[in-house]
């Protein structure tokens, strides 16, 4: 039995494979309808979310299988005191995979030690979001051909961001990637990214303050919104929240083909006038999350179809 906890779970082989299989769900949907006829994905979110959660559940049902699941904490037996553990026990006689989004770093990891089924990480904490980093892969894959010899900037909140630390985690494995970190002095990198993944890995990166200053080089720009669920206190969150806004005037820096990517939701990051802009990819990249959790699903469950 396997789960997914970091995108480094997969080898750069396997990732390929499940990213093949991603597009072929996209161009071949019919083939695919009933691939998980019978199984049950379990849906367990301690924290909100519509991407994540609606786009697994709305892949099993493509797949032709059945979800349930709870998608608060107060709305599950958390409520009344139940551990994670517990809880996965029981679930694992319920359903045959199970998705979980949970506040705190590491209770993915925990489920998925006592589970009977394949746990997915559906994000844990500010630690990791490994089928956001699925999804933005696939949507780097399929819209510039590649994933290695790319510049790409992250801009925001590099260090609450778990997309962004799942993200460079996978990013590192292809050759010639170049990381420019765009972010106030107080929302770098961590140093467990900066150092034990980027220098420990001779990864070639820049740590810049303006967005202008990137913005010419770039073939990817992955915008981050601040998250305010982990601030300690309200008056940084409001300080720092429109630190970075992509306006159109920006986009003219930029080059004709540089990708615009944001896991979402987004705040005030990206003005809605540069949703127009054909460079701007983070609708299509909600889409390709589908396909892509189609894939992993189909993957962990050991299902193939020919
Ligand atoms: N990108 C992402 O994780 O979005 P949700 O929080 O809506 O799931």
Redesign the pocket.
């Known amino acids: 039995m396997r789960h997914l906890m970091s995108p480094l779970d997969f080898s750069v082989e396997e990732l390929d494979k499940l990213l093949d299989l991603a597009n072929d769900i996209e161009k071949n949907p019919d083939k695919y309808a009933h691939a998980c006829a019978g199984k049950k994905l379990a849906t367990c979110f301690y924290?909100?979310?519509?991407?994540?959660?609606?786009?697994f559940e709305a892949a099993m049902l493509n797949l032709g299988g059945s979800v349930l699941g709870f998608s608060e904490a107060g709305s599950s037996s958390a409520a009344k005191g139940e551990s994670v553990s517990d809880t996965i026990r029981v679930i694992s006689c319920y359903a045959d995979i199970c998705a979980i989004?949970h506040p705190k770093e590491g209770a993915a990891l925990v489920a998925s030690q006592k589970s009977l089924i394949p746990v997915i990480n559906?994000?844990d904490g500010g630690h990791q979001?490994p089928t956001?980093t699925l999804?933005d892969l696939l949507t780097i894959r399929s819209l510039k051909g590649r994933l290695s010899d790319i510049t790409i900037g992250l801009c925001g909140d590099l260090k609450f961001g778990r997309?962004v630390h799942s993200l460079i985690n996978a990013l590192i494995r292809y050759k010639n990637v170049h990381f420019v970190l765009i972010s106030p002095e107080e929302l770098r990198i961590p140093s467990y990214i900066r150092d034990d993944v980027l220098r420990a890995n001779q990864v070639e990166f820049e740590e810049v303050e303006r967005l202008e200053d990137a913005m010419t080089r770039l073939d990817v720009l992955y915008m981050t919104r601040v998250q305010r669920e982990r601030f300690f206190n309200e008056e940084d969150y409001i300080r720092l929240k429109d630190y970075y806004i992509l306006t159109k005037a920006k986009m003219e820096l930029a080059k004709e083909d540089m990708l615009v990517l944001h896991?979402?939701?987004r705040v005030n990051e990206i003005s809605v006038e540069v949703d127009s802009d054909p460079r701007a990819a983070y609708f299509k990249q909600?889409q390709y999350?589908v396909y892509v959790r189609m894939a992993l699903i189909l993957t962990l469950l050991g299902i193939q179809v020919d």
Request: hydrophobic share 20%; proline share 14%.
């Open positions: 924290e909100p979310s519509t991407r994540t959660r609606l786009s989004r559906a994000g979001h956001q999804t997309t896991p979402l939701p909600a999350g």
